[in-house]
């Protein structure tokens, strides 16, 4: 069925929803000058690879990090690889990026800094090779929004969610082409467990992962052309999902742009909180890969479900608003505009609680209008689900429920085995009953839901935005990385100086050039 | 319990023997896949059996919900139950249990050691984000963790233990070549004895796929966890061996 428009029913204060989105911008503003003001091993391998340098040695190691380690090694990374790279190739070291690698693995290059005109004609070269991966991002993008016109958007919304995680990307392409066949919308390839902390990209097509597949260029081609072949055939776009979060964002952002990935999970601090990455290398990773996104026409989807796992649904409600507001600061200081901006939020309260429901239908209501143009991600329960699959079929109807009611635009299936086994065919085909059964019988429902002015759920949204505010502004006097510091977010204490990935973190030099970060940026309007 | 030692299944009478069960089977939904359901329930010991749904998934499957009465019975006098022995804890209960019996944090220090890039292990058990939907050992309030990664030197490993108070260490192995895990950990566990007097000597406790559990002695280790180890049990456990061993009796539970 078609669903209708969603209106607003919440009269949330205007001047109280300014001031929330103000304070946001200065929290966040200090984190986006330490993040212009640093790069990563990261961010410069991301250059080499936008500059088409794919493949690895024979132990696995990328090149793209054979020739980032050996740049750093010979001038260090606060000039950024693209200089002494592209001055390496202009001075007739080697043929192209990948002969320089493996000569510069082997030890027989020496990269220095080039001054005056060799520093003008290396910027030139780089600027160059950059400039051919960013119009390949172009060309992808161009390529979806064809497919988009020809075979269409799903008819309803939410958007329909499934993940897929078998760990051999050759059983995850037939589970995902028959999730496409079943109705889902958008598919999500669980990534292996740990690989947010792997500081490479694996290469090539994997059969091998722990609890889900390794993101890598080749499974993500696979895939996509995969989905490609199911969403003629439904005549109906199927996206394709996949996770950037962790010490790689922006390779993997990049890897997403180059194959027409749909969506990606970017959290601005989900590697910090629940990954202990390191605050600073986190937010600079952050930048640009979405600055990546941006110009690929990606849907950013935000992690805040990930709080309400470890802190309680109902008494921090207020961080997930916070921490939307903070997402949505840093995904615009970025470029992406309001539609791509899935942000997260998740059916977490406890169902033994009272009045459950009329909670989760006032932070989901709170979070549509907070954010009425954003495309908002709606994740199930899992925390209270507890092998019990009957009460759990029955929760996740109460969540179809609320999500369709409150206008979320994606909605990640849940399954009522959650927490028993990785679902069954049967229990996705269950699932995915029940959100027809929801959509079919109610689709349309918000047209005749009006929550009382002062009722429960008005004043509940209320009370959650108000605790937002107080907490911005907490966090406006001390300092975004204090308060994360502190255990703000999700329980957890993560200071700055810690954390993993901070040896990749190099501030910026005066001389500092990434032809990628120009391109990206001068675009911009 | 009543005193009876044999019983059966419970529908609305005593001594019904009704089930409910559900499966799918890799046939078109036809008049056939329905018999197949049902010669399957009858295998199963179901007698009568009735396929009270039967539903298509996609083209080469169907979905069946089967009920039926069972001619087994269960005698409750021969009923083994294989315990692990520790009980398994809910974080709050393994906190309270440490706060009270510890009066302190448990400091916990965690490493791949030898050539082991792969923290996969390690991480699963102490990150936050945790394993088969429990959080990691980050979580507990009353457990200090210290997560060291990859490729730690024994010796980095045992200096690390004394800098810190380790209660515990946590190593994970998950290369297996020419038995690197085997000989990392007994080589760990030597010198973990060399460098302690035996009684204050930190938990040492390994975990891998490749490993079993029957292996601690020979390895030279208190505990040896294998593949599919959650972050629960790994925490029941060292409640279990640092704290109740030595002092308050846990609440009784079964997990």
Known sequence: ?525 | MSGRSIVRPYGDTTGDGMVQLSFTLPVPHDKRAEGAALQLAEKMGLDPAMVVHAKAVGPAFTYFIVYGRVSHLVDLSKVEVVERDYPLLSPKEANLTIRRGLRRRLVVVGACIGTDAHTVGIDAILNVKGFAGEKGLEYYRELKVVNLGAQVGVPDLVASARREHADAILVSQVVTQNDAHIRSTREMAAAFREAYDEADRPLLVVGGPRFHESMAADLGVDRVFGRGTTPGEVASYLVHALVDSRSTPYRERTA
């Open chain 1, 1 to 525: 069925m078609t669903t209708t428009a969603y209106r607003r029913h919440l009269e949330l204060d205007p001047a109280t929803v300014r001031r929330a989105r103000s304070l946001a911008r200065r929290a966040g503003r200090p984190i986006v000058q330490l993040a212009r003001a640093h790069t990563t091993v990261s961010v410069e391998r991301a250059v080499l690879r936008l500059a088409g340098l794919t493949g690895a040695d024979p132990d696995g190691t990328p090149w793209v990090n054979r020739l980032v380690d050996a740049v750093r090694a010979d001038v260090g990374l606060d000039h950024g690889v693209a200089l002494p790279v592209w001055d390496a190739l202009t001075r007739g070291t080697a043929d192209d990026l990948a002969a320089l690698a493996q000569k510069a693995s082997a030890g027989s290059v020496r990269f220095r800094m080039p001054d005056g005109s060799g520093a003008r004609q290396a910027a030139r070269a780089a600027r160059r090779s950059v400039n051919a991966g960013i119009r390949r991002i172009d060309t992808r993008r161009r390529e979806r929004e064809r497919l988009v016109k020809r075979l269409g958007d799903p008819p309803q919304r939410p958007w329909i969610y499934l993940i897929v995680a078998t760990g051999d990307i050759y059983e995850d392409i037939p589970q995902a082409q028959a999730a496409a066949r079943e109705g889902a919308d958008v598919i999500a390839v669980i990534r292996s467990t740990g690989q947010s902390l792997l500081d490479f990209v694996p290469e090539g097509a994997t059969r091998e992962g722990y609890a889900g597949t390794y993101a890598t260029q080749e499974n993500f081609r696979l895939m996509r052309a995969a989905l490609d072949d199911v969403s003629k055939e439904l005549r109906r776009y199927v996206r394709l999902t996949n996770y950037a979060s962790g010490l790689c964002m922006p390779e993997i952002a990049t890897l997403a742009g180059l194959e027409r990935l749909d969506m990606m999970l970017n959290d601005s601090m989900y590697g910090i909180l629940f990954r202990d990455i390191n605050p600073i290398r986190t937010f600079v990773d952050q930048r640009f890969s979405r600055q990546i996104h941006a110009r690929a026409g990606i849907i950013i989807n935000t992690g805040e479900d990930n709080y309400l796992t470890t802190a309680d649904a109902v008494d921090a409600a207020h961080t997930v608003t916070v921490s939307q507001l903070l997402n949505e600061y840093f995904a615009k200081e970025a470029g992406l505009e309001d539609w791509q901006l899935g942000l997260g939020h998740a059916f977490e309260i406890d169902p033994a609680r009272p009045e459950s429901f009329r909670l989760e239908l006032a932070h989901a209501l709170l979070a549509r209008e907070l954010f009425p143009k954003a495309p908002l991600k709606w994740m199930p329960p899992t925390r209270h689900m507890d092998g019990d699959i009957f009460r759990g079929y029955l929760l996740d109807g109460f969540f179809n429920l609320a999500g369709i009611l409150t206008g979320q635009q994606i909605l990640l299936v849940g399954m009522m085995t959650e927490a028993v086994v990785t679902p069954w065919l049967s229990d996705r085909d269950l699932a995915l009953r029940n959100v027809r059964y929801v959509l079919n019988a109610c689709g349309n429902l918000h047209e005749d839901f009006q929550p009382a002015p002062d009722g429960f759920i008005a004043q509940r949204a209320r009370q959650v935005l108000a605790e937002a505010v107080d907490l911005l502004e907490r966090i406006t006097d001390d300092g975004l990385l204090n308060a994360i510091a502190d255990g703000t977010f999700g329980l957890m204490r993560r200071p700055a100086s810690g954390g993993k990935g901070l040896d990749g973190v190099a501030k910026k030099s005066s001389d500092y050039y990434n032809p990628a970060t120009e391109l990206l940026e001068e675009a911009r309007p």
